[in-house]
């Protein structure tokens, strides 16, 4: 039962959502390595915690295979756990929009309750921003990016380079570097390698890199290739 309760701790740091480990704590008396889900969420749903109802509401979005003690696994219901997460959102939790964006793209469960375009998804995550989540801007990203957003994926770029974040940086490098065109053809950013050097140089030098900017500006010869266009 043990692997239980670190599966659905490991569940929720993967999503960054850092409530998980409080809320797992508030839970009622059961005994040592005893997990009864039905039990568990039944006590979360009625908790009117933010945070538990948040955990219970990613928990339904992804489902758990590992049986419980009575031999039970949890079913993914995408409806419920929508609806569990608004309400941790309307309580008041800062993570709450920015999670069900997220996994209204990657749960195959949650993506049934969205449209091709992801549009509910793109609320959402957008929603997470105006509140100042802004660790929900990857996943907005990678859904302006797919859907060829271009004007409102560059306007979201250099929000967050004014956050100094280091992705956004190493895409207006390349950004810079090729030039950069709306859904309609219409020149955005005209190629500029100065300005592109910079924003790799700002990227490769933040202390808050992703894997993606962290492997490429490992490799000498990005950089330098970089530079030497830019002479």
């Given at each position: 039962?043990?692997?239980?309760?670190?599966?659905?701790?490991?569940?929720?740091?993967?999503?960054?959502?850092?409530?998980?480990?409080n809320a797992m704590g508030d839970l009622p008396d059961q005994e040592q390595d005893k997990v009864i889900y039905k039990d568990m969420l039944a006590y979360m749903e009625n908790s009117q915690?933010?945070?538990?109802?948040?955990?219970?509401?990613?928990?339904?979005?992804?489902?758990?295979?590992?049986?419980?003690?009575?031999?039970?696994?949890?079913?993914?219901?995408?409806?419920?756990?929508?609806?569990?997460?608004?309400?941790?959102?309307?309580?008041?939790?800062?993570?709450?929009?920015?999670?069900?964006?997220?996994?209204?793209?990657?749960?195959?469960?949650?993506?049934?309750?969205?449209?091709?375009?992801?549009?509910?998804?793109?609320?959402?995550?957008?929603?997470?921003?105006?509140?100042?989540?802004?660790?929900?801007?990857?996943?907005?990203?990678?859904?302006y990016k797919t859907t060829q957003q271009n004007k409102k994926l560059l306007k979201l770029l250099i929000t967050l380079d004014q956050k100094d974040d280091a992705l956004a940086q190493y895409?207006?490098?390349?950004?810079?570097?090729?030039?950069?065109?709306?859904?309609?053809?219409?020149?955005?950013?005209?190629?500029?390698?100065?300005?592109?050097?910079?924003?790799?140089?700002?990227?490769?030098?933040?202390?808050?890199?992703?894997?993606?900017?962290?492997?490429?500006?490992?490799?000498?010869?990005?950089?330098?290739?970089?530079?030497?266009?830019?002479?």
């Amino acid at each position: 039962m043990k692997r239980i309760i670190l599966l659905i701790t490991l569940s929720f740091c993967l999503l960054q959502a850092s409530p998980v480990v409080n809320a797992m704590g508030d839970l009622p008396d059961q005994e040592q390595d005893k997990v009864i889900y039905k039990d568990m969420l039944a006590y979360m749903e009625n908790s009117q915690n933010d945070k538990q109802l948040l955990t219970a509401g990613t928990l339904y979005a992804m489902g758990i295979n590992e049986p419980d003690s009575i031999g039970e696994t949890l079913k993914p219901d995408g409806e419920k756990a929508e609806k569990l997460i608004l309400q941790s959102a309307e309580l008041g939790n800062e993570k709450a929009y920015g999670i069900l964006g997220n996994l209204l793209l990657i749960s195959p469960t949650m993506r049934g309750l969205d449209d091709q375009n992801h549009s509910k998804a793109q609320r959402f995550l957008e929603k997470a921003l105006e509140k100042g989540d802004y660790g929900a801007s990857t996943g907005l990203i990678n859904l302006y990016k797919t859907t060829q957003q271009n004007k409102k994926l560059l306007k979201l770029l250099i929000t967050l380079d004014q956050k100094d974040d280091a992705l956004a940086q190493y895409i207006l490098a390349f950004i810079f570097k090729d030039g950069f065109y709306s859904e309609n053809g219409e020149l955005l950013v005209q190629k500029n390698m100065q300005t592109a050097n910079y924003y790799i140089t700002r990227a490769c030098t933040n202390k808050n890199k992703v894997k993606t900017v962290t492997e490429f500006c490992s490799d000498p010869r990005n950089v330098e290739e970089d530079t030497n266009h830019g002479k």
